[in-house]
């Protein structure tokens, strides 16, 4: 059995149902939530949990179809099902522009990743767009946040000031940085975010935040204060890896596990050059 919890939150047809699912147990970064509002799924868990995945789902589809299948971004910890559930529902999942190729195609994945998560199938999909709603008519808003993935795209309910914000959360701290992203554009788009009207932050990983705003302006404000810190003492002459184990410590096991994919090293190489403006 690797569903890990369950999760409710609010009430009538604002709630929102959760379960965390994962292969391992390590973590939050180990372990995933597919979260469904009335007929609509936010992503679709990794494929190496599916048949806990369609369980749950079968469950739910007992008291109301699914109608719509919304993937924030091709990551396969989110993508991972979408073609079983496309194929098991009879749907056509809606992913953002910039990932569908990707989708489509397929990609490879790291070994850690493929280990943890598994490797998506290909699917076809049909590009989110800025008229979907939920079962009630209220809207369901996409907003591209690029910086950890090209394609990330948040999804904002206006009225039920909910925020689906894929991987923009996760921890009020960031420590690592993938090679292909893009701490810049991370900044921006969470200065992006930081301009919309919600309360409660619905992250796949950490859960349910119900502070949620605050919980994004205080990861915001602590990369701020890295790369501010992290510049002055490039200026002082230090190089990379002194401020890298001045400000987050020497590099641990995820750096060698990762072959630096995924390291404190690439987050204090782009902190150095960050330059506030946002949107």
């Not at 795209?153 to 701290?173: A, E, N, V």
């Not at 990983?205 to 949620?212: C, K, L, P, T």
């Amino acid at each position: 059995m690797t569903i890990r919890r369950h999760y409710r939150y609010g009430s009538g047809t604002d709630t929102v149902l959760g379960t965390r699912v994962g292969r391992f147990n390590l973590g939050i970064n180990t372990t995933f939530i597919i979260y469904r509002i009335g007929d609509t799924v936010i992503d679709t868990g990794p494929s190496n949990q599916w048949r806990h995945v369609r369980r749950v789902l079968q469950q739910d589809w007992q008291h109301t179809p699914l109608r719509q299948l919304l993937i924030t971004h091709h990551h396969e910890d989110h993508s991972g099902n979408a073609a079983r559930i496309a194929a098991l529902s009879g749907i056509v999942p809606h992913a953002p522009q910039l990932g569908q190729a990707k989708l489509a195609s397929g990609y490879r994945t790291p070994l850690l990743q493929k280990m943890i998560w598994g490797s998506p199938r290909p699917v076809q999909t049909t590009p989110l767009h800025d008229q979907l709603t939920l079962a009630d008519g209220s809207p369901v808003l996409p907003v591209h946040t690029p910086g950890h993935a090209k394609d990330l795209t948040c999804l904002y309910l206006p009225r039920q000031k909910y925020l689906f914000s894929g991987d923009m959360y996760i921890s009020k701290s960031l420590k690592y940085l993938r090679k292909d992203e893009n701490l810049q554009q991370l900044m921006d788009s969470l200065a992006r975010l930081l301009t919309l009207d919600f309360d409660i932050l619905f992250c796949p990983h950490r859960g349910i935040v119900e502070d949620g705003r605050n919980a994004l302006q205080e990861k915001y404000d602590n990369l701020q204060a890295l790369c501010r810190q992290a510049a002055t003492l490039h200026q002082q002459g230090l190089d990379t890896t002194q401020i890298t184990e001045k400000l987050l410590g020497p590099e641990d096991w995820m750096a060698r596990v990762t072959g630096n994919n995924l390291c404190k090293g690439n987050l204090i190489r782009q902190a150095i050059h960050w330059q506030p403006g946002g949107c």
